[in-house]
């Protein structure tokens, strides 16, 4: 099995900053694209931003020019860095990967979800 163990949530003032971790672990045989979701209160679940095992990136109107997507291959860990927070920011955030596991001399494509962690941005 593969778990995704996301870490970073919290309260942040607007303009404050954040920085959210994911790490997977597991029967990994390699992990593909990564990203990261979030769902406001009462609305509907969102891309945030996702990157690529080569580090291309794509970013959701609303965080272009504030929030920053990266990872560690090695680590197997993807990270948002939140900037300029504001209070539409307020949401569960999610980490997601695409994960190609080894099983039974099988490789299997997965979609992965984490648990999810609140982020709340105060005005």
């Known amino acids: 099995q593969v778990h995704l163990m996301e870490s970073g949530g919290g309260l942040v003032q607007a303009g404050g900053s954040l920085r959210l971790s994911c790490a997977a672990s597991?029967?990994?045989?390699?992990?593909?694209?990564m990203g990261w979701y979030r769902q406001p209160p009462g609305k509907q679940r969102e891309l945030v931003a996702d990157?690529?095992?080569?580090?291309?990136?794509r970013y959701a109107e609303s965080v272009k020019g504030r929030f920053t997507i990266s990872r560690d291959n090695a680590k197997n860990t993807v990270y948002l860095e939140m900037n300029t927070a504001k209070p539409e920011d307020t949401a569960v955030y999610y980490c997601?990967?695409?994960?190609?596991?080894?099983?039974?001399?099988?490789?299997?494509?997965?979609?992965?979800w984490g648990q999810g962690t609140l982020v709340t941005v105060s005005s």
């Open positions: 997601n990967a695409d994960v190609s596991v080894l099983s039974l001399d099988i490789l299997r494509s997965l979609e992965i």
């Open positions: 597991g029967n990994i045989f390699s992990l593909n694209t």
């Open positions: 990157i690529t095992s080569g580090l291309s990136t």
